[in-house]
């Protein structure tokens, strides 16, 4: 009943929601097409990730559904190559932005050629005011003077109140003020692709909302999303195609609609039925399947 069908192994993610590894197209050479194919990662003798492939296609969002331990943060360090600060290393597989294998790279470089992260738990600079956070945010980045005040105007255009308090001490912000600053310390690089780890974890309904919707005009600048996120309704709204990862592989894939729809998708990630986000998700009709929320 619903999305969810099964498929062959190494199914494309342009197609229908599929029980697969994730295989992928790999990308239009020259764009900003983000493709993980095959990665594995270890935690010493421990695997984390074992064969993922996803694909990201150019000015699009794409989420990644999970059980708390999935590996999802770790699938973002990985792409972002910070695996080493946790005492992790990947193991196999690549991964490519536009054709350009990334896998190899420095972190900073890895922001140079256009991906940027935002972490879990926010993490900025608590004693550095917001206007250092944010120039702390373009360290690394391709681009001079021209591209850096560009930046700058995109994020206070985005989050005006951190244009206000350029100068108060980051962490005197509220949670959701903080997770703006993460976000906007991100976008300081001006990235292809947008690494989204839990941005709406501790945050009141409305300032995750707040969040949603700026995710929205982010993509819609140009700025491809990989989002990780735990409220799964918010994530299948915002996304056009949906990975579930289960204990470090990737067991479903798929359009989100077609997810949203899926029986064994909703029976093991989504909670408390949720009419109104059921409704919100682009393709159902109020004779599918109605969606769930996941709380945590």
Do not use: C
Not at 37 to 63: C, I
Not at 67 to 75: C, D, E, I, Q, V
Not at 165 to 192: D, I, N, T, Y
Not at 211 to 227: F, K, M, P, Y
């Amino acid at each position: 009943m619903g999305g969810g069908t099964r498929g062959s192994p190494g199914g494309s993610p342009g197609g229908s929601a599929s029980r697969s590894p994730g295989g992928t197209s790999g990308g239009s050479p020259g764009g900003a097409d983000l493709v993980v194919r095959d990665l594995s990662v270890g935690y010493g003798p421990v695997r984390a990730l074992r064969q993922v492939s996803l694909e990201v296609p150019e000015a699009a969002v794409v989420t990644v559904l999970g059980g708390n331990g999935a590996g999802k943060s770790t699938l973002l360090r990985a792409i972002s190559r910070t695996l080493s600060f946790q005492g992790g290393a990947t193991t196999g597989g690549t991964v490519t932005l536009g054709g350009r294998r990334i896998d190899g790279l420095a972190p900073d470089r890895v922001v140079a050629a256009g991906v940027s992260q935002v972490p879990e738990g926010r993490r900025v600079f608590a004693r550095m005011t917001v206007a250092d956070n944010l120039r702390a945010g373009a360290l690394g980045a391709s681009g001079g003077r021209v591209e850096r005040a560009a930046a700058l105007r995109r994020v206070h255009e985005l989050f005006p109140v951190l244009a206000e308090r350029a100068q108060q001490r980051a962490g005197l912000l509220s949670g959701g003020e903080q997770q703006m600053l993460a976000v906007a310390r991100a976008l300081m690089a001006a990235p292809k692709v947008l690494l989204l780890d839990e941005p709406s974890l501790g945050l009141a309904p409305l300032m995750a909302a707040r969040i949603a919707d700026t995710v929205r005009e982010i993509n819609a600048q140009g700025t491809s999303v990989l989002l990780v996120e735990q409220n799964a309704a918010l994530a299948l709204r915002l996304a056009t195609r949906a990975y579930v990862l289960e204990v470090g592989e990737v067991t479903l894939s798929g359009p989100s609609a077609e997810l949203a729809a899926s029986d064994e998708v909703r029976r093991r990630y989504l909670g408390v039925v949720d009419e109104d986000a059921a409704a919100d998700v682009p393709g159902l009709t109020p004779s599918m399947p109605r969606l769930t929320r996941w709380e945590s």
